[in-house]
């Protein structure tokens, strides 16, 4: 498989589960991200790691618990969420996080359902 | 991040030239201007960045204003696999930028056959 994979691509959950979201990519990046895009709402930021240290959490509540293994691979564990929280996360992963310039490779997003 | 502004939306026909206009009037002397487009149920897709001068790639065209406070994504000759999203953003490269990427609403971009 090439770029950047998720899995799984569809998932309901009820408010007292706890799922993972995995995310990996074949590109032999060091940075990887997740991204939320809620209806009507901008994507926006929610994890950046960068050889497998986070350098970045956008203010998430803490219901959603990043995990990065390595530098191929990106999980979202998530528990106890709210109906609010379904939307569309999605993975990305560049080259690495400094210079402004690498580009970010994306991929599908798992569309996630909180009942 | 520096802020831009887009059209909420723009309409083109097929096999005709479709120029995305986008303003970045607070852009700093570091800041790369960075497009991406979203197709409908996909992920976000680098379409092309620049810093000063145009860049052409296999995807489209960067035209980049002399004072860079704009800057116009061209499309040579849209598709109807070209609708979809684009999204202008501003990334820092100086000391302490990093490769967070601000999303803003972006232009919506409908094909006509």
């Known amino acids: 498989e090439t770029g950047v994979t998720q899995t799984p691509r569809h998932l309901v959950m009820g408010m007292t589960n706890k799922k993972s979201l995995k995310c990996e990519q074949h590109?032999?990046?060091?940075?990887m991200y997740w991204y939320k895009q809620s209806a009507k709402k901008p994507l926006e930021l929610m994890f950046v790691?960068?050889?497998?240290?986070?350098?970045e959490n956008n203010s998430v509540p803490s219901r959603f618990s990043p995990e990065c293994p390595n530098s191929s691979h990106l999980f979202l564990h998530l528990h106890t969420l709210q109906p609010e929280d379904s939307a569309l996360y999605l993975c990305?992963?560049?080259?690495?996080?400094?210079?402004?310039?690498?580009?970010?490779?994306f991929g599908p997003g798992t569309r996630l359902t909180v009942l | 991040d520096a802020k831009t502004t887009q059209p909420n939306s723009m309409e083109s026909n097929e096999e005709e030239p479709v120029h995305l206009p986008c303003n970045h009037s607070?852009?700093?002397?570091?800041?790369?201007i960075h497009w991406y487009r979203q197709l409908p149920s996909q992920g976000p897709e680098y379409v092309i960045h620049?810093?000063?001068s145009n860049v052409n790639n296999r995807m489209a065209s960067l035209a980049i204003a002399e004072d860079r406070k704009s800057s116009t994504l061209i499309l040579h000759r849209a598709t109807l696999r070209d609708a979809a999203v684009y999204y202008c953003?501003?990334?820092?490269?100086?000391?302490?930028?990093?490769?967070?990427?601000?999303f803003g609403k972006g232009t919506k971009l409908t094909v006509n056959p």
């Open positions: 990305a992963s560049s080259l690495n996080i400094a210079g402004g310039y690498n580009e970010q490779f």
């Open positions: 590109l032999g990046h060091n940075a």
């Open positions: 790691y960068n050889f497998k240290e986070q350098t």
């Open positions: 607070t852009i700093s002397g570091t800041d790369y």
């Open positions: 620049g810093l000063t």
């Open positions: 953003i501003l990334r820092d490269s100086g000391q302490g930028g990093s490769e967070k990427l601000v």
